[in-house]
């Protein structure tokens, strides 16, 4: 089944302890994205990466780290969480081409206390 | 000015009605659109694509302006389990990056 897999769906944590949340897709991708979504704000988008090695800054990359070494995966790093860094979290997969749609996983609530 | 805007809603509407949302967007060298819909504190899932000649999916009809830059949902027959909030979203000229509005919640009430 063609899926977007993240862990942990839930994961409450204190400031300042490095996390690290994982997304897998099974679909042999090329872009992978990170959001976070507020309430009011909608879905943000954090960092994205059009292939492995190739990385860029979305729009609030700020306290964010993010990896692409192999194709299917592409996780994403709290060095040092904040309080503010307190979110829904979605990972997304796309081929790139044209229509082609973003498929989400299932998402990571993260507290931050 | 936001790239994609949305009204917010709600749109609280009964069973059986008709129901539209707008969304424009900024930047005129767009290429694709699509709605997405999300459920509460659930990832958002293609809806439709929106082409330019207009698409139909049973009760949904979407459309594209482009000379007025903006794209339209019509819910036709409304059912309480469309309630949920819709989320246009537009592809960029020459990149991957798709931008997201903050979506339309939509109350389908009995």
């Known amino acids: 089944e063609a899926q977007v897999t993240q862990n942990p769906r839930y994961l409450i944590t204190v400031t300042g302890k490095k996390l690290t949340v994982t997304c897998s897709q099974n679909m042999n991708h090329e872009y992978m994205s990170w959001y976070r979504q507020d309430p009011g704000l909608g879905l943000r988008q954090i960092y994205y990466s059009m292939n492995v090695e190739v990385t860029d800054k979305g729009d609030v990359p700020e306290g964010y780290k993010v990896s692409r070494k192999e194709k299917r995966n592409f996780p994403l790093i709290l060095e040092s969480p904040s309080p503010n860094q307190t979110s829904l979290y979605f990972c997304?997969?796309?081929?790139?081409?044209?229509?082609?749609?973003?498929?989400f996983g299932n998402g990571t609530r993260l507290t931050v206390t | 000015r936001k790239e994609v805007e949305q009204d917010p809603g709600p749109f609280n509407v009964p069973e059986g009605a008709t129901v539209a949302f707008n969304c424009t967007y900024s930047?005129?060298?767009?290429?694709?659109f699509f709605w997405y819909r999300q459920d509460c504190r659930k990832e958002p899932k293609l809806l439709m694509s929106?082409?330019?000649s207009g698409n139909e999916d049973g009760r949904f009809t979407a459309q594209l302006n482009r000379a007025s830059q903006y794209i339209s949902l019509l819910i036709r027959d409304s059912k309480l389990s469309d309630s949920a909030t819709y989320l246009c979203v537009v592809k960029g000229d020459s990149s991957y990056k798709l931008i997201f509005g903050s979506g339309t919640r939509l109350l389908v009430r009995p």
């Open positions: 997304a997969s796309s081929s790139g081409q044209g229509y082609s749609p973003l498929h």
């Open positions: 930047n005129s060298a767009s290429q694709s």
């Open positions: 929106v082409y330019s």
